[in-house]
C-alpha cells in the first residue's frame, strides 16, 4: 500500500470509520442485455435481416459494443451475402439438364474421344447496362439455422448487349450483338 493510501485510512478512521471492508459501490453498470431487449433485437431483425448493428443501437439506446454482443454473442446472427445465380430453374429444366448430361456420357462412353471432337459448343449472355446490388449491399443478419439466401441477376435494365461464344476442339469464337435496350428478350 502506498503512503499516500495509508494517510487516507487513517484519515476516514479519524473520522468515525471503524470498518476495514470495502463499502458497497455502485460499480459496474447494469448491462442493457435484458431477455427483453434480445427478443426485440431479435424480432427487429427478423422483420429486416439487413438492419446493421449501428441502426439497432439507435433503436435501443446502447452502444455498438453492447448490440455486437447481443447480436453476435447472444444471439447467435452472422452478417452473410447473397450467393448470385444466374437465374431460378424449376425442376423440368433441372431434369432436362441432367438428361442431357446423361445422353452425352453414354455417347463418350460409346464413342470415346472422336465424339469430343465433334462437339460444338455455344452460350449466350445478355450484358446489362447497369450496375447491380453489391454483395455488400445485400448482406443481411442469417441465423445458423436458417438456408442461405440468394439473389437472382435477372432485372429490368436500361439497354444490354449480347455476348455469345462458341467453342469447338480446334477454334474459339466470340462475338457481341448490340441490343436495342429492353425491346431485346
Known amino acids: 500500500m502506498s503512503q499516500g493510501r495509508v494517510y487516507e485510512w487513517v484519515e476516514r478512521f479519524r473520522n468515525g470509520r471503524q470498518n476495514v471492508s470495502d463499502e458497497h459501490r455502485s460499480g459496474r453498470p447494469v448491462s442493457v442485455a435484458s431477455e427483453t431487449v434480445k427478443q ?35 444471439l447467435g446472427y452472422r452478417k452473410v451475402c447473397s450467393r448470385w445465380v444466374p ?28 465424339f469430343l471432337h465433334q462437339i460444338v459448343t455455344g452460350d449466350e449472355s445478355w450484358v446489362y447496362h447497369y ?7 445485400s448482406m443481411q443478419w442469417k441465423h445458423p439455422s436458417s438456408p442461405a ?24 469464337y466470340i462475338g457481341a450483338f448490340s441490343g436495342k435496350g429492353s425491346n431485346c428478350d
Open 40 to 74: 426485440q433485437v431479435e424480432r427487429r431483425i427478423r422483420d429486416y435481416r439487413r438492419v446493421t448493428v449501428d441502426e439497432n443501437a439507435a433503436a435501443f439506446n446502447m452502444s455498438h459494443g453492447s448490440a455486437y454482443n447481443i447480436v453476435h454473442n447472444d
Open 87 to 114: 437465374r431460378q430453374l424449376s425442376d423440368d429444366h433441372k431434369r432436362a439438364r441432367q438428361t442431357i448430361c446423361q445422353e452425352h456420357l453414354d455417347r463418350h462412353a460409346c464413342e470415346g474421344d472422336t
Open 131 to 137: 450496375e447491380p446490388e453489391s454483395k455488400r449491399q
Open 149 to 172: 439466401n440468394k439473389t437472382f441477376k435477372t432485372q429490368a435494365s436500361a439497354g444490354k448487349v449480347m455476348l455469345a461464344i462458341f467453342l469447338g476442339c480446334q477454334w474459339p
